[in-house]
C-alpha cells in the first residue's frame, strides 16, 4: 500500500480535515501519480454538501487532477516514470459494453468508476484528487501537453471536457452563435473552447460584472439575464446555448433564445428539477439536452486543443487549509474562474 497525504471531509456540514489514505499497490496496468495540483469543481461542492443524495464518508474529492508519473506496473505501455499527466472524474469502466467500445466511457452501461465517491473494481471505495499521490490504470490518464502548466491543465480535466464535449458534438464552429450561460468555471471554459473553434460566442451571466474578463475569453457579447430586456432583444437568436448554471433557472426563458432547429445542452447539475414546457420546444423544433464530461479519447484530443490555441483556465492558487473557504467563495459566485489546490502544501 502507498500512503498519501489528503484532505477529506467526515460529513456534509464538517470542515475539511488532514487525513492519511492508503493507494493500492501498482497492479501491471496501473500508474502511480504524484499530484501537484487538483482543481475544485462545483460538482465536489455538492457532493460533499450531498446536494445529489447520501455518500460515503470520509470522502476525499478532486476530480481535476494534474501530476507526475512516479512509477509504473510491469505492462504498462502508455506512460513512464517523469510523464505529465492528468486524471478526470472517472478512474475505470467495464470497456467492454457498447459505449465503452465506442470511446463514451462516461457513459459506461454498468456505470463509469468515478473517481471520487465511487467503489473501483477492487470493492474499495475511490478517493479523489485532494491529496499527494493516486494510482489509476493507464487507459484512465492523460497527456498534458508540455507547452501548458500542470497547475492550469488541472481544470480542463474536469470543467476543460465537459464544455469541449457538448461543443464539439453540436458542431461549434464558424457560422454558429453559441450562448454559454454562467460565467463560473465551466463557463469561462466553454467561452475560450467556444471562440477558438470558431463560433460567434455570447455570454448570459447575472450581472455584467464580469464583461470585461468575458470579452479577453473571446466572447463577442455579453448579456445580464437579470435584465428582462436580454431575454427580447436576444429572442431566437442562438443555435446552440451551453447552461453551466449549479442552481435551478428557468429553462424556458433560455429556450426562448434559440433558433429554428436550436439546442440548448444542460451540463449543470442543480439538485433540483428543471421543468420545461412542451411549448418552449414545439414551435421552433428545439431541443434540451444534457452532456455528461467527456469519453478519454475526445478528453486527448480536448487537452491538444487547448494547448493549441491557448485555452486555459485562469485560476487561483490556493493552499489546502483554505479549501473551507473556497467552498464558500465558489458558493458566493466569487472565484475567478478556478480554484486550484498546491498540493505540496499537504
Ligand atoms: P461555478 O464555478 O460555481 O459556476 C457556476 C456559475 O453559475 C456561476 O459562476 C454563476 O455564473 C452561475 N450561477 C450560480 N448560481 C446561480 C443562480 N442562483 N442563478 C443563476 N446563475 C447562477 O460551478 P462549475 O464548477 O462551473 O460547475 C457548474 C455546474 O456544472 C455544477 O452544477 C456542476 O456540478 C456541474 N458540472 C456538470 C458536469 C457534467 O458532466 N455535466 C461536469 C462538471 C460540473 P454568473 O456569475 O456568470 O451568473
Ligand atoms: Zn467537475
Not at 460529513?11 to 488532514?18: E, K, V, W
Not at 465517491?117 to 470493492?123: E, H, Q
Not at 448554471?245 to 451540463?267: E, H, K, P, R, W
Not at 439538485?271 to 411549448?279: D, G, I, K, Q, W
Request: hydrophobic share 40%; net charge negative.
Amino acid at each position: 500500500m502507498i500512503t498519501a497525504k489528503a484532505r477529506a471531509v467526515d460529513g456534509s456540514d464538517q470542515p475539511f480535515r488532514t487525513a492519511e489514505i492508503e493507494r493500492r499497490d501498482l497492479d501491471v496496468h496501473d500508474v502511480l501519480i504524484e499530484i501537484k495540483y487538483a482543481g475544485i469543481c462545483h460538482s465536489d461542492i455538492h457532493t460533499a454538501h450531498g446536494d445529489w443524495g447520501e455518500v460515503d464518508f470520509p470522502l476525499v474529492p478532486g476530480h481535476e487532477i494534474a501530476g507526475i508519473v512516479t512509477d509504473v506496473g510491469a505492462e504498462v505501455t502508455k506512460y513512464k516514470v517523469g510523464d505529465r499527466v492528468g486524471v478526470g472524474c472517472m478512474v475505470d469502466s467495464c470497456g467492454e459494453c457498447e459505449n465503452c467500445r465506442k470511446g463514451e466511457e462516461q457513459y459506461c452501461l454498468k456505470g463509469n468508476v468515478p473517481t471520487y465517491a465511487g467503489v473501483d473494481k477492487y470493492g474499495e471505495p475511490t478517493q479523489g484528487g485532494y491529496s499527494t499521490h493516486i494510482v489509476v490504470t493507464e487507459d484512465f490518464v492523460l497527456r498534458i501537453p508540455d507547452n501548458i502548466g500542470l497547475d492550469v491543465a488541472a481544470p480542463l480535466l474536469c470543467a476543460g471536457i465537459t464544455t469541449f464535449s457538448p461543443l464539439n458534438h453540436w458542431n461549434a464552429g464558424p457560422g454558429k452563435k453559441v450562448a454559454i450561460v454562467g460565467m463560473g468555471g465551466l463557463g469561462h471554459m466553454a467561452v475560450q473552447i467556444a471562440h477558438a473553434m470558431g463560433a460567434e460566442v455570447s455570454v448570459l451571466s447575472r450581472t455584467l460584472n464580469k464583461e470585461e474578463d468575458g470579452l479577453q475569453f473571446g466572447a463577442e457579447g455579453y448579456y445580464a439575464t437579470t435584465d428582462p430586456e436580454t431575454f427580447t432583444k436576444l429572442a431566437g437568436s442562438f443555435d446552440l446555448i451551453i447552461n453551466t448554471v449549479s442552481a435551478q433557472i428557468d429553462m424556458n426563458a433560455y429556450l426562448s433564445l434559440l433558433t429554428l432547429d436550436g439546442t440548448l445542452v444542460n451540463v449543470g447539475a442543480p439538485p433540483e428539477p428543471l421543468s420545461v414546457h412542451a411549448f418552449s420546444l414545439i414551435p421552433q423544433r428545439r431541443s434540451f439536452a444534457g452532456s455528461l464530461i467527456g469519453g478519454i479519447r475526445e478528453t486527448q484530443e480536448m487537452l491538444d486543443f487547448c494547448a493549441e490555441h491557448n485555452a486555459v483556465p485562469k485560476i487561483e492558487v490556493i493552499s489546502a487549509d483554505e479549501i473551507d473557504e473556497a467552498y464558500e467563495r465558489v458558493l458566493a459566485s466569487d472565484v475567478k474562474y478556478r480554484f486550484v489546490i498546491d498540493t505540496s502544501t499537504m
